[in-house]
Every structure is written in structure tokens, then in C-alpha cells.
T-cell receptor
């Protein structure tokens, strides 16, 4: 069965510094990987996805993520954090040709001015 | 603009009453919609897959008689929490898969419904 792990409940970073939010996955077939962001009392917004091709994918708001097959990871990164990036971030995986999207437990990103 | 409209955004109800939450796909027809439940400080739990014109597929542990799902048209799915109890208080989020054949397509989410049962 597919699963996603986000080992950090919270990540704190100073504004202007680079940020990384970690994600590892487990699937038996080809993974389709996604990152979403959630602001308080709102639904999730799509940030980026990895399907195939380049291991580094770029998404919305300056975020990018690196797919690492050998480490089964898909960490979210941003070179320079903004206070407005503070939110809850979810990594998700869809396996092969299934409909279901399985989410990690979420990581709260706090960017301090 | 929003492609998925979820209503209401919040609702307070008394124990024993039923609450209906609507999820509308605004920009495309959706044969498949998903209902998630989010507990405080926890991830999204997939409750069920809503299929247009057929019965919903519930995840293990989700009571189908408690959480009634109706997907009567290609743009509307409803979740009814029947005989609500305080433990049903949660944040419910619907999502739409634009094209079921495109497994690389991201889900589009509604803004969620905060249900509080008193």
C-alpha cells in the first residue's frame, strides 16, 4: 500500500533563509508525487507535482521539489523564505493508475521576520 | 478563480440533527469527487470516493449510514452527516479530480466546511 511520511511536525526558518520541508514515500509502482499548501480554515492549494522527467520540479510561489528515487524522497524547497509562506504543507502520493491521493501528516512551516 | 465551491464554510448544529455539505465543480464535469476529513493537527483522512450516478466507495472504518454521499450530477456531490454528535465535529474538505484518466492531474479542493456539533 502506498504511504507518505513527513517526519517534521514543524519547521521554523528566518525570512530570507532557504527552507526545506521533508517528505518520503512508499509505493510499489511508479509514484505520482504532489505538494499542497493549506492556509487556516481553507482547502488545499496545489503547489507542484512530479510525474516523470527532470528530478527537480518547479512550482507556484517560487517553490521547487527534488525527486530522489534511491532515497524515495520528494523534499520541498525554496531558496528564500517569506513570512507569507507560513502555512501547513502536505506531501501526497498517488500510485500508478489509482484515483486515491494519500497525504502525509503535514508540516507546519513558520517563517519568522 | 475557484474551480471547486464548497458550502457552507462553517456550520454549528445540535446533537442529533443532520447537516448537508455541498461540493460543486465549477469549471468542469467531474465524475469523481473525494471527501476528506481533517482533525486538528492531523492529516487529511480520505472518507469516501463519490462517483457520479453510482454508490460512493467508502474507506475502511467510515460509516456509510452516518456519512451519506450523493453524487447526482456531474457537478455536484453532497455529504450529509446524519444524527450528528460532538465527535463528528471536524473540518470536511471535498476535492475534484478533473479527469479520471489523467493520474498525473492534481486534485482541486474546496475551501472546506468547519462542522461544530454542540
Amino acid at each position: 500500500a502506498q504511504s507518505v511520511a513527513q517526519p517534521e511536525d514543524q519547521v521554523n526558518v528566518a525570512e530570507g533563509n532557504p527552507l526545506t520541508v521533508k517528505c518520503t514515500y512508499s509505493v510499489s509502482g511508479n509514484p505520482y508525487l504532489f505538494w499542497y499548501v493549506q492556509y487556516p480554515n481553507r482547502g488545499l492549494q496545489f503547489l507542484l507535482k512530479y510525474i516523470t522527467g527532470d528530478n527537480l520540479v518547479k512550482g507556484s510561489y517560487g517553490f521547487e521539489a527534488e525527486f530522489n528515487k534511491s532515497q524515495t524522497s520528494f523534499h520541498l524547497k525554496k531558496p528564500s523564505a517569506l513570512v507569507s509562506d507560513s502555512a501547513l504543507y502536505f506531501c501526497a502520493v498517488r500510485e500508478g493508475n489509482t484515483d486515491k491521493l494519500i497525504f502525509g501528516t503535514g508540516t507546519r512551516l513558520q517563517v519568522f521576520p | 478563480g475557484a474551480v471547486v465551491s464548497q458550502h457552507p464554510s462553517w456550520v454549528i448544529c445540535k446533537s442529533g440533527t443532520s447537516v448537508k455539505i455541498e461540493c460543486r465543480s465549477l469549471d468542469f464535469q467531474a465524475t469523481t469527487m473525494f471527501w476528506y476529513r481533517q482533525f486538528p493537527k492531523q492529516s487529511l483522512m480520505l472518507m469516501a470516493t463519490s462517483n457520479e450516478g453510482s454508490k460512493a466507495t467508502y474507506e475502511q472504518g467510515v460509516e456509510k449510514d452516518k456519512f451519506l454521499i450523493n453524487h447526482a450530477s456531474l457537478t455536484l456531490s453532497t455529504l450529509t452527516v446524519t444524527s450528528a454528535h460532538p465527535e463528528d465535529s471536524s473540518f470536511y474538505i471535498c476535492s475534484v479530480l478533473p479527469d479520471r484518466t489523467l493520474y498525473n492531474s492534481p486534485l482541486h479542493f474546496g475551501n472546506g466546511t468547519r462542522l461544530t456539533v454542540t
